[in-house]
C-alpha cells in the first residue's frame, strides 16, 4: 500500500512538476506587454482562426462519419474506425509528412488538385486547418460515436412513428440528446487542434501571420525570446486547464 | 536455448566492458556539421550529438554531461564563452551559403536577385537560426526583397522542402547541397555571400579535458581539414 502510495506519488510529481516550473518561470510583471506584442497576437489569432476551422471541418465531416460507425453496419467497420482513430496515437509529424504525400504538390492527390481554386494547400491557412482537423477531428468522432451508441433509440423511433422526417429527426432528437458527448467530443477536438505543432508545422510550413500558430511561435520563439515564448505557452495551458474544467462532469467526475 | 542466452548475455557483458574501458568523448555538434564529423577519424572512441547550435548551447548552459561543443556560428559560442562554461574556442572551418533549387534548375535561378521573382516559392530559415540570419544578411547586401512562403526551424527542413518541391528555391549552407540531398547548388559571388564559421571547445565539466582537447587540436590537423573539405567547408 505504502509503495503504491509512493508511485502514485511520483507519476503525480511527474504531471505537475514541468506544470510548476513553467509557472515559475512565467515573466509574471510583463505578460501584458508579451502578450500584446505583434508576433504574440499574429500567432495567437492565426491559432484562433485557424483551429475554429479545424473544428467545423471536423463537425461537417465528423458527425456524419460518426452517425455511419454507430449506426451502419457493414464489413470493415471495425477497420475503418480503427484508421480513423489512427490521427490520435500517430506521432504528428508523420502525420504532416503523410499529408504531404497526398495533399503536397507532387503527392498523390496534389498533383491532380494543384490548378483548382484553394489549391496546392502547403504554406497556406488552409493548409494549416487541413493539418489541424486531421490531427483532431478523431476526438470528436470518438466522442460522438460514443454517444449515438448510449442512445435509447426508442425516442428516434417515436419521431418516426409521429412523422419525422429524418433530417428533422436527427436535428430535434438525436442531437439534443446526445449533445453532451457533442460537445466534450468538439471540445476536445478543438483543444487538440489548438495545440498542434507536428503535422502543422510539417506540412504547411512557418511564416507570421499566415501559417505560423501558436505552438510553432513557441518552438521558435524559445530560443531567442524565451519570456514570450512562455508568455504564449501560458495561454495554451490556461486554455487547456479551461476545456478540462468545463469537462469537468464528464472526465474528472464529481468527487 | 538456455546456452544461447547465455552466451548473449556474456557477449553483452563482454561488450560492456571493451566500450566501458576505452575512455569515451561526448561530441555535441551543429547539425550542418553531422556529415563531415561521421568521417572524422578522431582515434577514440566519440558519441555525436548534433542539434541546432542554440540548442547546443541550451544543451550545455543546463549541464548536459559533453566534453566538447562545435558550434555554427560564433554568436552562439560566445555565450558559453561569457558563462565561463567552455575553455578558449577554436575555429576550426567556416562555411558560405548558397542557393538550393531543384535538379536541374527548372526556375532558371542564376543569381540572388531571382528569389525576389514574384510568385517564386522560396523557403528561408527563421531568423532564430544562424543561417536564416545569414540569409537575411545576403540578401540585404544584395538589396533583394523577398517574400518567402516559410520559414523553416533549421537548415535541413529548408533543404527538404526544396526536394520535394514544395518549395522551388532555399538559402541553405554549401554543405547541405549534396548529391543525396536532392536538390542543386547555385553559388552566391562572394561580395553577397555570409561567411558561417564555426567554433569548438572544450567544456570545462568534461570528464576527460585533455582528451576532449586532443579532439579540438585534431579537427584543425590536416586529417581533420580534409575531412571538412570533402564536405565542402572553406579552412578556417
Redesign the interface.
Known amino acids: 500500500m505504502k509503495r503504491t502510495a509512493l508511485l502514485a506519488g511520483a507519476g503525480m510529481a511527474l504531471m505537475v512538476l514541468p506544470l510548476a516550473g513553467l509557472l515559475q518561470r512565467a515573466p509574471w510583471s510583463t505578460l501584458g506587454t508579451e502578450l500584446a506584442s505583434r508576433e504574440a497576437r499574429d500567432a495567437l489569432g492565426l491559432s484562433l482562426v485557424s483551429s475554429l476551422g479545424a473544428l467545423a471541418v471536423s463537425v461537417v465531416l465528423g458527425v456524419p462519419l460518426a452517425w455511419i460507425l454507430a449506426r451502419v453496419p457493414f464489413p470493415g467497420r471495425a477497420l475503418v474506425r480503427a484508421l480513423v482513430m489512427l490521427p490520435m496515437v500517430l506521432p504528428p509529424v508523420v502525420g504532416g509528412v503523410a499529408l504531404l504525400s497526398a495533399f503536397g504538390r507532387r503527392g498523390l492527390l496534389g498533383s491532380w488538385l494543384g490548378s483548382l481554386p484553394g489549391f496546392p494547400l502547403p504554406f497556406t491557412l488552409r493548409g494549416v486547418v487541413l493539418a489541424q482537423a486531421f490531427v483532431a477531428m478523431p476526438f470528436l468522432v470518438v466522442a460522438t460515436e460514443a454517444g449515438l451508441r448510449q442512445l435509447d433509440r426508442r425516442h428516434e423511433e417515436a419521431a418516426a412513428t409521429l412523422g419525422a422526417r429524418p433530417w428533422r429527426r436527427f436535428r430535434t432528437v438525436t442531437v439534443p440528446l446526445i449533445a453532451p458527448s457533442l460537445a466534450a467530443g468538439a471540445a476536445l477536438c478543438w483543444a487538440r487542434a489548438l495545440g498542434e505543432f507536428g503535422a502543422t508545422i510539417t506540412f504547411a510550413g512557418n511564416l507570421p501571420g499566415r501559417t505560423r500558430t501558436l505552438p510553432t511561435a513557441i518552438y521558435a520563439g524559445l530560443q531567442t525570446r524565451p519570456e514570450g515564448a512562455v508568455a504564449l505557452s501560458l495561454v495554451l495551458l490556461a486554455v487547456c486547464l479551461a476545456v478540462l474544467v468545463a469537462l469537468r462532469g464528464r472526465w474528472l467526475g464529481t468527487t | 536455448m538456455r546456452r544461447i542466452v547465455a552466451s548473449f548475455v556474456a557477449a553483452l557483458v563482454v561488450a560492456g566492458c571493451t566500450t566501458a574501458s576505452e575512455p569515451t568523448l561526448t561530441v555535441l555538434a551543429a547539425a550542418s556539421l553531422a556529415e563531415a564529423f561521421a568521417d572524422l577519424d578522431p582515434g577514440e572512441q566519440v558519441r555525436y550529438s548534433f542539434a541546432?547550435s542554440?540548442?547546443l548551447v541550451?544543451q550545455v548552459e543546463a549541464g548536459v554531461p559533453a566534453d566538447v561543443v562545435a558550434t555554427a556560428d560564433e554568436a552562439a559560442m560566445d555565450r558559453l564563452v561569457r558563462a565561463n562554461l567552455v575553455e578558449t574556442p577554436v575555429v576550426f572551418a567556416r562555411n558560405k551559403l548558397a542557393i538550393a533549387v531543384r535538379p536541374g534548375n527548372p526556375g532558371r535561378i542564376r543569381v540572388l536577385a531571382d528569389l525576389a521573382r514574384p510568385g517564386l516559392?522560396l523557403?528561408l530559415a527563421?531568423?532564430?537560426v544562424p543561417v536564416g540570419r545569414f540569409a537575411q544578411q545576403a540578401l540585404q547586401k544584395g538589396s533583394v526583397r523577398v517574400r518567402?512562403?516559410?520559414?523553416?526551424?533549421d537548415v535541413k527542413a529548408v533543404v527538404s522542402?526544396v526536394a520535394?518541391?514544395?518549395a522551388e528555391a532555399g538559402i541553405v549552407y554549401a554543405t547541405d547541397v549534396t548529391r543525396a540531398s536532392g536538390v542543386e547548388g547555385v553559388a552566391i559571388p562572394d561580395d553577397l555571400n555570409v561567411v558561417a564559421t564555426y567554433p569548438a571547445a572544450v567544456v570545462r565539466a568534461g570528464a576527460n579535458r585533455p582528451l576532449a582537447r586532443r579532439f579540438v587540436f585534431r579537427l584543425t590537423g590536416d586529417r581533420g581539414r580534409a575531412a571538412l573539405a570533402a564536405h565542402g567547408f572553406l579552412a578556417p
Do not use: F, I
Not at chain 2, 518567402?148 to 526551424?153: K, N
Open positions: 541546432g542554440q540548442q541550451a516559392r523557403a527563421d531568423g532564430t518567402p512562403v516559410s520559414l523553416e526551424l522542402r520535394s518541391g514544395e
